[in-house]
């Protein structure tokens, strides 16, 4: 079974430009997740997707940030104009379960991340 | 919202002694999760440990949740070269998984 696949896997670009992560879950997981991960300290939620729809936000900096899932399988998220503290590895995840679905553990299966220095 | 954080968070050894790891979250769970993460990999799942549970094991790896004082433990026994790596705590509760600072684990040969 393919695993989260994530591209670029290392992106450099200088502050206020754009850029752009790729995530394509594993094969029939509903929920996919990104998380930020700055060096020397856990991954942070930014969203949360169950299929198409977005289930939670509310720790995504939207003036900057945004991602969509338009087909509910694979998804992108954007940021611009990045900043330098956006320097960071950007993680996807996804999980066969929806929230709130009896059964759910939250196990979530990782792709290798995206690496993204702001200079 | 929940936040596992872990106690050490650097640790080195050498191999063949046992790692252990601390963890504690702030608010209620339905199961607290480890994981690894290897230099610039993505995050494995370990193990994880249900809430009505108070210890589990899986192969050498032996974790214990203490709901009262809302803390949990890893511990790698007999560790080897490669199990050098950074270990996550990650709480699951109101369907969300928030994790831990980390603790990073350097097994010397």
């Known amino acids: 079974e393919a695993g989260v696949a994530q591209s670029p896997r290392y992106k450099i670009i200088e502050k206020r430009q754009s850029v752009a992560f790729w995530c394509n879950p594993i094969?029939?997981?509903?929920?996919l997740y990104w998380y930020q991960q700055i060096l020397g300290q856990g991954p942070k939620l930014l969203i949360q997707f169950q299929n198409n729809g977005v289930v939670d936000d509310s720790q995504l900096p939207k003036d900057r940030f945004s991602a969509e899932r338009l087909k509910g399988v694979d998804s992108t998220l954007k940021i611009q104009p990045a900043k330098l503290e956006d320097s960071a590895v950007y993680l996807c995840?996804?999980?066969?379960?929806?929230?709130?679905?009896?059964?759910?553990?939250?196990?979530?299966?990782f792709g290798e991340g995206s690496r993204l220095t702001v200079l | 919202s929940q936040q596992g954080e872990e106690d050490p968070q650097a640790l080195s050894i050498q191999e063949g002694e046992n790692a252990t790891m601390n963890c504690s979250y702030k608010?209620?769970?339905?199961?607290l999760q480890w994981y690894r993460q290897n230099s610039g990999r993505g995050l494995v799942h370990l193990i994880l440990i249900r809430s009505n549970e108070r210890e589990k094991h899986s192969g050498r790896l032996r974790v214990t949740l203490d709901t009262s004082k809302k803390s949990s433990s890893l511990l790698i026994t007999a560790s080897r070269a490669a199990d050098t790596a950074s270990y996550f705590c990650?709480?699951?509760?109101?369907?969300?998984?928030?994790f831990g600072k980390g603790n990073q684990v350097v097994v010397i040969p």
């Open positions: 094969s029939g997981h509903a929920t």
């Open positions: 608010t209620s769970i339905n199961n």
């Open positions: 995840a996804s999980s066969p379960f929806s929230p709130g679905l009896a059964g759910n553990t939250g196990e979530l299966f």
């Open positions: 990650a709480a699951y509760g109101n369907n969300r998984l928030a």
